[in-house]
Nanobody, 122 residues
Framework: VQLVESGGGVVQSGGSLRLSCAASVSTYSGYCMVWFRRAPGNEREGVAVRDPDGSTTFADSVKIRFTVSGDSAKNTLELQMNRIKPEDTTVYYC?????????????????WGQGTQVTVSS
Protein backbone atom coordinates (compact mmCIF):
# COMPACT_ATOMS: atom_id res chain seq x y z
CA VAL A 1 0.00 0.00 0.00
CA GLN A 2 1.40 3.36 -1.00
CA LEU A 3 0.15 6.60 0.45
CA VAL A 4 0.90 10.09 -0.85
CA GLU A 5 -0.20 13.21 1.01
CA SER A 6 -0.74 16.58 -0.60
CA GLY A 7 -2.37 19.89 0.13
CA GLY A 8 -0.07 21.24 2.79
CA GLY A 9 1.07 24.84 2.78
CA VAL A 10 0.90 28.12 4.64
CA VAL A 11 -2.46 29.28 5.94
CA GLN A 12 -3.51 32.12 8.18
CA SER A 13 -4.82 31.43 11.64
CA GLY A 14 -8.57 30.95 11.49
CA GLY A 15 -8.43 29.82 7.88
CA SER A 16 -9.01 26.47 6.24
CA LEU A 17 -6.91 23.90 4.46
CA ARG A 18 -7.70 20.57 2.86
CA LEU A 19 -5.19 17.75 2.91
CA SER A 20 -5.49 14.74 0.66
CA CYS A 21 -4.11 11.24 0.98
CA ALA A 22 -3.96 9.26 -2.26
CA ALA A 23 -3.86 5.52 -1.67
CA SER A 24 -2.76 2.79 -4.04
CA VAL A 25 -5.68 0.68 -2.85
CA SER A 26 -9.30 1.46 -2.41
CA THR A 27 -9.77 3.37 0.80
CA TYR A 28 -12.95 1.44 1.20
CA SER A 29 -11.42 -2.01 0.87
CA GLY A 30 -11.16 -2.84 4.53
CA TYR A 31 -8.38 -0.48 5.54
CA CYS A 32 -8.32 1.71 8.59
CA MET A 33 -7.18 5.15 7.38
CA VAL A 34 -5.68 7.57 9.84
CA TRP A 35 -4.28 11.09 9.89
CA PHE A 36 -1.42 11.66 12.29
CA ARG A 37 0.73 14.72 12.85
CA ARG A 38 4.17 15.18 14.22
CA ALA A 39 4.19 16.17 17.86
CA PRO A 40 7.03 17.47 20.05
CA GLY A 41 9.74 14.86 20.49
CA ASN A 42 9.02 13.56 16.99
CA GLU A 43 6.11 11.56 18.31
CA ARG A 44 3.10 10.91 16.14
CA GLU A 45 -0.13 12.41 17.42
CA GLY A 46 -3.37 10.92 16.20
CA VAL A 47 -5.70 13.43 14.54
CA ALA A 48 -8.51 11.49 12.89
CA VAL A 49 -9.33 7.94 11.93
CA ARG A 50 -11.81 6.49 9.49
CA ASP A 51 -12.68 2.88 10.22
CA PRO A 52 -13.32 0.43 7.39
CA ASP A 53 -17.03 0.77 8.10
CA GLY A 54 -16.81 4.52 7.56
CA SER A 55 -17.10 5.69 11.13
CA THR A 56 -14.75 8.46 12.20
CA THR A 57 -13.04 9.47 15.42
CA PHE A 58 -11.18 12.68 16.12
CA ALA A 59 -8.66 13.82 18.68
CA ASP A 60 -10.12 16.26 21.20
CA SER A 61 -7.73 18.95 19.98
CA VAL A 62 -9.31 18.98 16.52
CA LYS A 63 -12.84 17.81 17.19
CA ILE A 64 -15.47 19.99 15.51
CA ARG A 65 -12.77 21.90 13.59
CA PHE A 66 -11.56 19.01 11.39
CA THR A 67 -13.52 16.54 9.28
CA VAL A 68 -12.55 13.59 7.10
CA SER A 69 -14.09 12.32 3.91
CA GLY A 70 -13.21 9.73 1.33
CA ASP A 71 -13.54 9.60 -2.44
CA SER A 72 -13.92 5.97 -3.47
CA ALA A 73 -13.48 6.81 -7.15
CA LYS A 74 -10.14 8.47 -6.53
CA ASN A 75 -8.99 6.31 -3.60
CA THR A 76 -8.38 9.39 -1.52
CA LEU A 77 -8.97 10.39 2.06
CA GLU A 78 -9.28 14.10 2.75
CA LEU A 79 -8.71 15.98 5.97
CA GLN A 80 -10.63 19.25 6.00
CA MET A 81 -9.05 21.59 8.50
CA ASN A 82 -11.17 24.55 9.57
CA ARG A 83 -10.58 27.31 12.10
CA ILE A 84 -6.91 26.45 11.98
CA LYS A 85 -4.78 27.47 14.94
CA PRO A 86 -1.04 28.18 15.16
CA GLU A 87 -0.64 25.04 17.23
CA ASP A 88 -1.81 23.01 14.23
CA THR A 89 1.52 23.80 12.58
CA THR A 90 3.42 20.59 11.92
CA VAL A 91 3.84 17.75 9.43
CA TYR A 92 0.71 15.70 8.75
CA TYR A 93 0.91 12.03 7.82
CA CYS A 94 -1.56 9.58 6.38
CA UNK A 95 -1.36 6.01 7.63
CA UNK A 96 -3.23 2.80 6.93
CA UNK A 97 -3.57 -0.72 8.19
CA UNK A 98 -6.01 -3.59 8.02
CA UNK A 99 -6.61 -3.09 11.75
CA UNK A 100 -7.45 0.04 13.67
CA UNK A 101 -5.39 0.95 16.71
CA UNK A 102 -5.65 3.59 19.39
CA UNK A 103 -4.08 6.94 18.55
CA UNK A 104 -1.20 6.29 20.91
CA UNK A 105 -0.23 3.15 18.97
CA UNK A 106 0.98 4.89 15.82
CA UNK A 107 3.84 2.40 15.40
CA UNK A 108 1.31 -0.37 14.80
CA UNK A 109 0.21 1.13 11.49
CA UNK A 110 1.99 -0.63 8.65
CA UNK A 111 1.72 1.93 5.87
CA TRP A 112 2.71 5.59 5.93
CA GLY A 113 2.97 8.47 3.57
CA GLN A 114 5.88 10.88 3.46
CA GLY A 115 3.98 13.70 5.16
CA THR A 116 2.93 17.17 4.17
CA GLN A 117 3.85 20.37 6.03
CA VAL A 118 1.17 22.68 7.37
CA THR A 119 2.28 26.08 8.64
CA VAL A 120 -0.17 28.43 10.31
CA SER A 121 0.70 32.10 10.39
CA SER A 122 -0.76 34.24 13.15
Amino acid sequence: VQLVESGGGVVQSGGSLRLSCAASVSTYSGYCMVWFRRAPGNEREGVAVRDPDGSTTFADSVKIRFTVSGDSAKNTLELQMNRIKPEDTTVYYCAADRDCYDFDLAAEYAYWGQGTQVTVSS
